[in-house]
Every structure is written in C-alpha cells, then in structure tokens.
C-alpha cells in the first residue's frame, strides 16, 4: 500500500472545509513538513508490525508517516473535531483501508483485516486503557500545555510502551534529558529518569508548524530503564523529588523538611541515604531520590 503525506496545502484546505480553527489552548500547531514527521517517525525506529501509541494526531500528518512506515497506531485526541475527520483523511491518503467501528472507536482496517488505526476520542490524561494490542512505543509531537503529563502519565500506565520519540518545546526537551548537575535539571528530569534513559536527538524550528508557535521545539527519545531498585514506591520517591525541587534554591535539608516531621529527621535520612544534606535537589539523581524516600519510609515517615 502507498502512503502520501500531508503537504501545507492540504492541511489547509483540511482544516478550511472542516472548520478547524486551531486553539492556543489545545496546542494545536499542525505540521506541514513531510521531512520532520519522517525524521519523528525514523528517530521512533518504528518497524513494520509494530503498534504505536499516538496523543493528538490532530490532522494526521504524523498518523499517516507512522501508516507510512507499516506500524499500527492507535490515536488518541481530545479535539472531537478533528479526531471524526481522521479517518476519511487517512483512507484517502492510504490505499485499500476501509472505515469500520469497534467498540465505538472508529477503526481504518485493510483487506487482511488487520486494523491499521484505531481512534479514541478522549483527554489523554483520561486514557487507563487502550484498546487493541498493547503499544509497544509513543510517538506524538505533544500538546505543549500538556507534554510532560501526558508523557509520564503514558509511562505509567502503559508497562508495553519501550519507548517513546515526542516532539516538545524545546525548553521543556532540555529539562527532560538534563543530567543531575546542570542548569535545567528539574522535577520532569527526575521523574523521567525514574522510567527512562532520555536524550534530546534535534531541534526543530518553529517554521514547519501552522499556526507557527511562539517557540522552537525539540525531538526527545526515551528509553525504558529498569526502575531504581529500592522498596519505597513510585509515589513515595516523586513526593521526595517534588518536595526538594519545591523551592529550587533550597538546602535539601530544609526542603524535605516538612515531608520528614522536621529538619532534623530530614537530615538523618538524607545521611542515611548518602546525600549530603547541605546539597540542592539539582544534584542529587533518581537513585539518590530513591534511596532518601527509603530511608524517610523506614524511618515511618
Ligand atoms: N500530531 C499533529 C501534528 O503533528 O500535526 C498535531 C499535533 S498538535 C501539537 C497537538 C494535538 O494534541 C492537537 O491535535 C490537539 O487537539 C491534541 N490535544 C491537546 N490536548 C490533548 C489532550 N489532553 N489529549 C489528547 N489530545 C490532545
């Protein structure tokens, strides 16, 4: 089967017939550069067979490079509008794909009867399943008011998912692949690396959108990674993240300070746990977090 792209002037004309009018608030930049979503869909390493998780297909030009590259996708957007336009836009685009529904989803099946593209019309952040196959990767130029939950919402929930290429703005990038110690290095730095390994693989200028946004953005490829090994829980260790990055400039002695009972309590975890208590929450890496939330915990905090 062939697969066209979406050029600049059909998204256009898309969005004209359809009466799309792209909001700031939905963060709807569509892209019209066929080159970007094939450099999203080769730095995914998305092989054929694969299903892939997509948030916010919006028009579809990264649907149809993922349907390029014979991946199976399942889409998730918000913008009702634009997820009942999906469908007929991708079966003019793909050859021999027909329009079904399962389980009220609106489905793209070809002749083998395999479902190319399944989309769920919901917020994201709603999303506790999905249907289908488990996706094995996320692949979405996200939302930028939401590109940060929904990523780590998405590790969460969705154990299958190995990996994930998002497109983000470009300062929110830096912060997810920022190591312990450098200036951009934050609460979604931590969090991330709780369950990946994330790069920043390309910048992307802000000229291949419509609407073009206000800022670049940036591709980011993650990597599932074994959790810490430690026996506090997930929760545990994103309250101590969220608590020392509260007040950046803050000592982690005062920080976890009220999270621990009292700075004293405080202190004796962090030594417990190998972090010098006169540190801020910059330099200390997940394993660290980790190891200061076990502590706090056998401490019965
Ligand atoms: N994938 C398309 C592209 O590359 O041209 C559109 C990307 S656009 C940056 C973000 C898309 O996410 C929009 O279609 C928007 O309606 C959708 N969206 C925004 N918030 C969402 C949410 N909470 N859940 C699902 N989709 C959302």
């Known amino acids: 089967p062939t697969t066209a792209l979406l050029g600049p002037a059909e998204i256009r004309e898309l969005a004209e017939r359809a009466g799309v ?16 979503v094939r450099k ?5 390493d998305v092989t054929a067979g694969e299903r892939v998780v997509e948030v916010g ?22 913008d009702p ?9 991708v079966a003019r685009h793909v050859d021999g794909l027909t329009v079904t529904e399962v389980d009220g989803h609106a489905v793209l099946r070809d002749a083998d009867g395999r479902d190319r593209l399944t989309v769920v019309i919901s917020d994201a952040l709603d999303v506790h399943e999905l249907p289908g196959p488990a996706p094995v990767a996320l692949v979405a130029n996200l939302p930028y008011n939401v590109s940060v939950p929904v990523l780590l919402t998405f590790l ?6 190995e990996r994930a290429l998002v497109m983000v ?5 830096d912060r997810l692949a920022a190591p312990p110690g450098s200036r951009t290095y934050g609460v979604p730095s931590a969090k991330a ?13 802000r000229t291949v959108f419509w609407p073009v946004p206000n800022v670049d953005s940036a591709l980011v490829r993650l990597d599932r990674r074994e959790p810490p090994a430690t026996t ?3 929760q545990e260790v994103f309250a101590v993240v969220d608590a020392a990055f509260a007040q950046r400039r803050k000592m982690l002695r005062p920080a976890l300070a009220t999270l621990a009972g009292s700075a004293d309590a405080a202190e004796q975890a962090l030594r417990a746990a190998g972090v010098d208590p006169q540190a801020r929450g910059e330099r200390v890496d997940i394993d660290g977090f980790a190891r200061i939330a076990e502590q706090l915990a056998a401490a019965g905090v």
Do not use: C, M
């Open 21 to 36: 009018r792209p909001t700031k608030t939905l963060g709807q930049n569509f892209v019209l550069d066929a080159g970007t």
């Open 40 to 44: 999203i869909v080769r730095q995914a």
């Open 57 to 78: 297909p919006g028009l579809g030009s990264l649907t149809l490079g993922l349907l390029e590259a014979d991946a199976d996708v399942v889409a998730v957007e918000i």
């Open 81 to 89: 509008v634009l997820a009942r336009l999906l469908p007929s836009t």
């Open 156 to 161: 969460e929930r969705f154990d299958s998912l």
């Open 169 to 173: 703005q470009a300062e929110v990038a």
């Open 193 to 205: 690396a709780w369950y990946t390994h994330a790069r920043r693989t390309a910048t992307v200028g």
């Open 232 to 234: 506090a829980s997930r």
